[in-house]
């Protein structure tokens, strides 16, 4: 029996160990969850395209800056609701980098947005390495009543400093503060003093009386022993000490700072980014999911109205993106943060010529399809994908079309 | 015989005084962690956010929310104590308890393990406003006179209490082209990715009349809730200090 027992303690003691490697191994995210999202969140709501990240490896104290835009895709998908509020946000496992600048569309922005569809949103952040690890972070684009889109995302690493870190910003009364401590002794002297006070009430009545005979001569409803003048004298102290401590120190705190403003509160209103010249229009008439191909596959109408020939380049969508190896110049960028899906396939692949109208079959097949769990998209409410196709011509100039609200039907076979 | 001993017995008998006391002393201290854990559980959910971060307490929601949020099981505790053994420390024994709780939990987690700065989520203290409504019951002695002027010492002490601590994050600074508090700013710089600046439910709603003064109303408006509060968790914090719970049936 003894044996057996202390096989069993060996055992737990084995397994304790090893879960405890297994957890601490993992105490960080190593992901910031874009595939846990629906489908539909990633698809058909907002797009992020042309996003960069300025640096992956930083030392504390250095920023990084991120830049890209947000295409909120025309049409909302009925069953989430569409609220017009959003805010660019960043996503990281606590502020390992601090966030010092948010432009929007040329303008800094501190709030949430009034957000509209079809709109597009220019950002930028900039970020200051804060804490040294890896850590992944990445932009996202918060919408009221429903949450965070997820935008690309990559792993930073951050360096140690010689130097400590600190966030330092000058008030409107001239005070330069470090916000990574500023008021902090105060608070902490105060709370102390408070606990020090508390524990000297409790201390009076708990320590220094005797509680189990109090329980019976209450029950007995013996007022007078239980409570006395001498009680009553301390416990009118302790109010007086209470109110003047209180009140007193809400006035030398006014006279300490008598210029505050209230915490702000408001919504931005962004004006939209000047209009790009539209050279292409672009429609899609049918859309079929290959579920064993993992092949996303759909017709497209397509009107160059330009002067140039174009090429459809690529298509993205929920930061997969799919490229087109016959349109020129036209590698994956190896400082792209999306996630490559593979090569788009389009029949026919020749240059749309200016003036032409033709149908394109465009086939995005890849496993990226699962890995990113996209393929959902036929086991959902409303089968239905959107994304981004982009255009472009030999000058650089380029046409991004929205696909959005688009029916698509699977092929199980 | 041996009681004999012990009842003669001067050494004897300070000896078993002095273990009492420790008893006392272990049981006290077994109670109030109890209690905090009861007072964290309601307040946590109660409050939430405007507890946690220096940019949500604000002169609207802060002082209604808080004052709520704490007294719920504050005044049972407070009840419990009176009822059974006339001690007005219920109230004081939960905050003392969830003052200390609160910052070991914020220091552990939100600063050990995420980062964010003490000074961002340090919690609010109502150490101060539970002393005056305990001090309240002791010196009236009257449960109505305690509904009233301890449900309005608790409320009255609260916001006053707290901006001695939150008083210098509201000076103005200038950034991102606007005019912000250092709260705000504490606020956008230590970046909360789960929480966007939208769910910051601060400053919006009614009660603009009182030449903009909200943070008046909002406090006299916390007393009078809490009257109410006073009166139903007394009541709940008696029903459970009856012997029927533990009574064989």
């Known amino acids: 029996m003894k044996i057996k027992n202390h096989y069993l303690n060996i055992l737990i003691l084995t397994s304790t160990v090893i879960i405890a490697i297994i957890v601490s191994s993992h105490l960080y995210a190593s992901g910031i969850g874009e595939r846990a999202q629906e489908a539909i969140l990633r698809m058909r709501t907002a797009q992020f395209y042309d996003v960069r990240f300025s640096s992956n490896h930083l030392k504390v104290g250095e920023d990084l800056v991120v830049t890209g835009k947000v295409m909120i895709l025309p049409i909302w998908p009925h069953e989430l609701g569409f609220s017009g509020i959003g805010y660019i946000n960043f996503f990281e496992p606590g502020p390992r980098l601090i966030r010092k600048e948010t432009v929007v569309n040329g303008q800094p922005v501190f709030s949430s947005m009034i957000i509209k569809l079809g709109d597009t949103y220019d950002f930028k952040e900039v970020l200051t390495a804060r804490r040294p690890g890896t850590w992944p972070v990445g932009v996202t684009m918060n919408m009221k009543d429903i949450g965070p889109i997820v935008g690309p995302s990559i792993k930073v690493t951050i360096d140690p400093s010689s130097s400590p870190f600190t966030n330092t910003i000058q008030t409107l009364t001239g005070q330069t503060i470090n916000l990574e401590n500023y008021g902090l002794s105060r608070a902490m002297g105060w709370s102390f003093l408070w606990v020090v006070l508390g524990i000297g009430w409790l201390y009076y009545w708990l320590i220094l009386k005797p509680t189990a005979p109090r329980l019976g001569l209450a029950f007995l409803e013996k007022e007078d022993e239980l409570v006395t003048k001498q009680d009553q004298r301390f416990g009118f102290l302790f109010l007086a000490i209470v109110l003047v401590l209180v009140f007193g120190g809400a006035f030398i705190t006014s006279k300490q700072f008598p210029i505050v403003v209230p915490l702000q509160k408001t919504f931005v209103r962004i004006d939209p980014l000047p209009k790009e010249p539209t050279f292409v229009e672009a429609k899609v008439s049918k859309a079929t999911y290959y579920v064993q191909q993992r092949s996303l596959d759909f017709d497209l109408i397509v009107t160059n109205k330009g002067n140039e020939k174009v090429y459809l380049r690529r298509f993205q969508t929920a930061n997969v993106a799919f490229l087109n190896p016959a349109a020129p110049d036209n590698q994956w960028p190896a400082d792209s943060p999306e996630v490559n899906g593979g090569e788009l396939q389009i029949t026919p692949n020749e240059p749309i010529l200016p003036g032409e109208t033709k149908q394109l079959h465009v086939k995005a097949q890849g496993a990226a399809w699962e890995v990113e769990r996209l393929s959902t998209i036929y086991k959902e409410s409303a089968s239905r994908f959107g994304g981004l196709i982009f255009f472009g011509d030999a000058a650089g100039n380029r046409n991004i079309i929205a696909i959005a609200d688009q029916f698509v039907v699977p092929v199980f076979q | ?249």
């Open chain 2, 1 to 249: 015989m041996q009681t004999q001993t012990i009842k003669t017995s001067p050494e004897l008998q300070k000896e078993g005084l002095e273990v009492g006391k420790r008893i006392q002393f272990v049981a006290w201290v077994i109670i109030g962690m109890t209690v905090t854990v009861g007072t964290f559980a309601s307040q946590s959910l109660l409050e939430g956010d405007w507890s946690f971060w220096i940019d949500w307490k604000d002169r609207r929601y802060f002082p209604i929310l808080g004052v709520i949020s704490y007294m719920l099981m504050l005044v049972s505790v407070q009840a419990a104590c009176w009822i059974k053994a006339r001690l007005p420390v219920g109230m004081t024994l939960c905050a003392v308890g969830i003052n200390l709780w609160q910052w070991f939990e914020r220091y552990v987690n939100w600063w050990g393990w995420f980062s964010y700065p003490m000074n961002e989520l340090f919690p609010e203290t109502v150490i101060p406003c539970a002393i005056a409504a305990d001090c309240v019951l002791l010196l009236s002695r009257k449960l109505l006179l305690t509904y009233l002027f301890g449900a309005y010492a608790f409320a009255l002490t609260f916001y006053p209490a707290n901006w001695v601590m939150i008083a210098p994050f509201h000076q103005p600074v200038e950034a991102l082209g606007q005019t912000l508090s250092i709260a705000d700013y504490i606020g956008f710089s230590y970046v909360r990715s789960a929480i966007p600046e939208y769910l910051r439910m601060i400053e919006s709603g009614t009660l603009r009349t009182f030449e903009g003064g909200a943070l008046g109303p909002a406090i006299f408006f916390s007393g009078v809730v809490g009257i109410f509060i006073y009166a139903i968790f007394w009541w709940i914090g008696d029903q459970c200090t009856r012997n029927r719970w533990v009574k064989k049936i």
